[in-house]
T-cell receptor, first 113, second 117 residues
Framework: KQEVTQIPAALSVPEGENLVLNCSFT??????LQWFRQDPGKGLTSLLL?????REQTSGRLNASLDKSSGRSTLYIAASQPGDSATYLC????????????FGSGTQLTVLP | GAVVSQHPSRVICKSGTSVKIECRSL??????MFWYRQFPKQSLMLMAT?????????EQGVEKDKFLINHASLTLSTLTVTSAHPEDSSFYIC?????????????FGPGTRLLVL
């Protein structure tokens, strides 16, 4: 059974700093790896999706990488802003037909102005 | 982009009553919908996977007689919490997968906060 772990659980950085969030998964036979953002009391916003055949995806100040062999993914946020403060969740997509997602416990990011 | 809605956004009910939550894909047909539960300060836990016109597949530990899922059409799935108790209070989130999309991304609804008194 897939297990997804995220470290650190919480991170606080000053505005403008570049930062990396880490995600590890136990089953390398994933179909894809997704990063989401969740604001307090809200649903999820999809940030980036990396297919198993890809190594990275970029969107604006965000860059996500995937290394299936080591079971790791990272989310890099450049020039952080207070508006980036949220909980970031990574999720591994199963290779079965339903493509269920297994979520990590999240990293709560606070960007200080 | 693809939009998924949930109704209601929040609900308070008395212990022993049943609550129905709707999940709709607004601009695409969802071949598969998923229901998650999220307790405070915790991550999302998959409860069940449903395909249109067939019975839902429940994750281990989820009571199918308590959490009734109906996926009657390609744009609507409902979750009914039967005989709700205070321990069922949680944030329920649905997602829908666009079967025609190349990347098969799951699109998430805004969630429904349930409080059982």
């Amino acid at each position: 059974k897939q297990e997804v772990t995220q470290i650190p659980a919480a991170l606080s950085v000053p505005e403008g700093e570049n930062l990396v969030l880490n995600c590890s998964f136990t089953d390398s036979a994933i179909y894809n790896l997704q990063w989401f953002r969740q604001d307090p009391g809200k649903g999820l916003t999809s940030l980036l999706l990396i297919q198993s055949s890809q190594r990275e995806q970029t969107s604006g100040r965000l860059n996500a990488s995937l290394d299936k062999s080591s079971g790791r993914s990272t989310l890099y946020i450049a020039a952080s802003q207070p508006g980036d403060s949220a909980t970031y969740l990574c999720a591994g997509g199963a290779s079965g037909s339903a493509r269920q997602l297994t979520f990590g416990s999240g990293t709560q990011l606070t960007v200080l102005p | 982009g693809a939009v998924v809605s949930q109704h209601p956004s929040r609900v308070i009910c008395k212990s022993g009553t049943s609550v129905k939550i709707e999940c709709r894909s607004l601009d695409f047909q969802a071949t598969t919908m998923f229901w998650y539960r999220q307790f405070p300060k915790q991550s999302l836990m998959l409860m069940a996977t449903s395909n249109e016109g067939s019975k839902a597949t429940y994750e281990q530990g989820v009571e199918k007689d308590k959490f009734l899922i109906n996926h009657a059409s390609l744009t609507l799935s409902t979750l009914t919490v039967t005989s709700a108790h205070p321990e069922d209070s949680s944030f329920y989130i649905c997602s829908a997968r666009d079967g025609l999309a190349v990347q098969e991304t799951q699109y998430f609804g805004p969630g429904t906060r349930l409080l059982v008194l």
